[in-house]
């Protein structure tokens, strides 16, 4: 499904770095479209404290504390990322990222 430009598959495992800076519809509208897979969002605690009240009703998303240099999950897990802050590619980003993932830089 493309989504602003972004094609997500039902079955990719997506991390949205930038929290804050994504609207709770907007995370409910890529959630929506992950039928097998799920999205993990990375932010600011308040961010994170925010998103989890707003959409507790989906199974298929998870929301904690992080930022793009520092992404608390294991290697070589995510299909997607989507960078809602922008900048540089960092080496956290690839650790995370499965070798054929896609990385793409968002205007939420």
Do not use: H
């Not at 404290?49 to 290697?75: C, H, Q, S, Y």
């Not at 070798?99 to 793409?104: K, M, P």
């Amino acid at each position: 499904m493309s989504l602003m430009g972004v094609l997500l598959r039902s079955s990719d495992r997506v991390l949205v770095l930038g929290l804050a800076q994504c609207s709770a519809a907007r995370l409910r509208e890529w959630a929506a479209a992950l039928t097998d897979g799920f999205l993990v969002g990375v932010g600011e605690d308040s961010a994170v404290r925010r998103a989890r009240r707003e959409l507790a009703d989906l199974d298929n998303v998870m929301f904690t504390a992080g930022w793009r240099g520092e992404i608390p999950w294991k290697e070589l897990f995510f299909t997607v990322i989507l960078d809602a802050e922008g900048g540089a590619e960092t080496g956290e980003m690839r650790r995370v990222l499965r070798g054929d993932g896609r990385i793409y830089s968002i205007q939420p």
